[in-house]
């Protein structure tokens, strides 16, 4: 193994490195995927939805054996106060189309699935091999790597960083500084079991339809974080992430929050009887566009999280990871088809391409997006949520008060608590960050 020479190394076996060395196997590219778990997948945490269309434009027939849970026919969106939600809630019919948009996955189930079409394709994938180090020639090129399994240096042309949020390798190298503690959220999930029929029952989904809650308000405490439920065949996924220096500054701890948001009225009775069998905590990058480091070099480009490619504004992060994986692997495959070395120039294509993908075109649209709510947060996640149950109670209780005092109460609520000043403010940043 030592003595070979790999046209890429792609390390970690995530959705960003099995979209990439699949892509490159695909094309007949020597392509070596070092994953340090015991299995793909086995250190892997996501609530999970997946996007169906990134997976599709990778592997068309995916449907066909892919362990997929339910698809999406419901969003449920909720604001919470502590004894309340309200709520926006989008079902259509529409998702039971034959290739549904969105489904539910267990990351560990799918990550080996993915990684089967790998080594299918004809990539070499060793797990249970942490990379340690990059190796780097005298001008700085990166020309393979060292691994904790006994050897010299593995070589290749290019190396593929997708190693994840934590990014160690890329970090060390000084490709890319550590995330900031305000770029990064810490997420809980929990797995909980119930039949399949008493959660059909429970939200109203007939046969494999599914439903996902996503909730912000009071249950982060001040903090920029959402909490979820995402409905499996026999399981529920329940987690809760916020901002890691808020974390820090507040002392609270994640657990706490979780076992709080379980606990809630609204959740509670939907998780009732069920049994919990997993725990996870994992970071989950939150900077946005403006914490994207360099995504190339030579002889290395970087993809996924590793690279902070996640649209925390709209909850996404796997189908950016993919997708920059495959082009990652198309500009790859493309340099090499050119017999074109693998230096930073030639390297620039990845980028180029990814400019004009969706990835880039929505993290630059939102760029302003993050800073906002992680700065304002305790307006955002526990000011307009509890004012908003107030206005909604207000709206449907009947008590013989007269409607113009009621709207009087909601107004004068709004203004005591932001001032008219604040209100405009955060309006008008909200607007040009939403532009
Ligand atoms: C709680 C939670 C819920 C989420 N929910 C969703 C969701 O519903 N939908 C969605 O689209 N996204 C979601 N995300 C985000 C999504 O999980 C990530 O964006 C996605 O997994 C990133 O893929 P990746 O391949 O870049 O990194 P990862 O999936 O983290 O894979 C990195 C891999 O690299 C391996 N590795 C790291 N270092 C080394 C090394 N030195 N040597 C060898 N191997 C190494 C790791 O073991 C790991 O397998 C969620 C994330 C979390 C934490």
């Not at 094309?27 to 999970?48: C, D, F, I, T």
């Not at 089967?116 to 020309?143: H, M, N, P, S």
């Not at 050897?151 to 390798?169: F, K, M, R, T």
């Not at 039949?195 to 809650?213: A, K, S």
Request: glycine residues 8%; hydrophobic residues 40%; charged residues 25%.
């Amino acid at each position: 193994m030592t003595e070979e020479r790999f046209d890429a190394i792609v390390v970690g076996a995530g959705m960003s490195g099995n979209a990439a060395a699949y892509t490159m196997a695909s094309r007949g590219l020597k392509v070596l995927q070092l994953e340090r778990g015991e299995y793909p997948g086995s250190k892997n945490v996501q609530g999970a939805i997946l996007y169906a269309n990134m997976l599709e434009t990778i592997i068309p027939d995916f449907r066909d054996d892919a362990p997929l849970e339910r698809h999406l026919v419901e969003q449920r969106f909720w604001v919470t106060d502590d004894t309340s939600h309200t709520g926006m809630h989008y079902r259509s019919d529409d998702f039971n189309e034959p290739a549904p948009n969105r489904y539910t996955i267990i990351r560990a189930q799918f990550d080996k699935w993915f990684s089967r079409k790998v080594r299918a394709a004809g990539a070499i994938v060793l797990c249970e091999t942490t990379v340690t180090e990059l190796a780097l020639d005298a001008a700085g090129k990166v020309i393979g790597v060292h691994t904790d399994r006994a050897g010299s240096v593995i070589h290749a042309d290019v190396v593929v960083l997708a190693e994840g949020v934590n990014g160690l390798l890329g970090t060390r190298a000084r490709f890319r500084k550590v995330p900031k503690p305000e770029a990064v959220a810490l997420a809980v999930k929990e797995m909980h079991f119930l039949p399949e029929e008493v959660i059909n029952e429970r939200f109203g989904l007939p046969g494999d339809q599914g439903c996902v809650i996503e909730a912000a308000g009071t249950i982060s405490r001040g903090m920029a974080g959402l909490g979820f439920l995402y409905t499996n065949k026999e399981s529920i996924s329940l987690g809760i992430g916020c901002l890691v220096s808020h974390f820090a500054a507040t002392l609270e701890s994640p657990y706490a929050l979780l076992d709080a948001f379980k606990n809630h009225p609204s959740i509670r009775p939907l998780l009732a009887g069920s049994e919990i069998k997993e725990y996870a905590a994992h970071l989950i990058p939150e900077g946005g566009f403006k914490a994207i480091p360099q995504l190339f070099g030579d002889g290395w480009v970087v993809v996924g999280d590793a690279a902070q490619l996640n649209n925390a504004v709209h909850r996404e992060g796997s189908n950016l990871a993919m997708t920059s994986g495959r082009i990652a692997g198309e500009a790859i495959a493309a340099i090499k088809s050119r017999k074109h070395p693998m230096t930073s120039d030639n390297l620039s294509l990845y980028k180029a391409m990814l400019d004009k993908s969706f990835v880039l075109k929505d993290l630059r649209k939102y760029k302003d997006m993050p800073a906002l709510l992680h700065t304002n947060s305790r307006n955002f996640f526990t000011t307009y949520p509890q004012l908003m149950s107030q206005a909604a109670q207000n709206f449907v209780r009947v008590d013989g008060t007269p409607k113009i005092e009621k709207e009087r109460a909601t107004t004068a609520a709004l203004i005591k608590a932001r001032s008219r000043w604040g209100l405009v403010s955060d309006a008008v940043r909200l607007a040009l960050a939403w532009r």
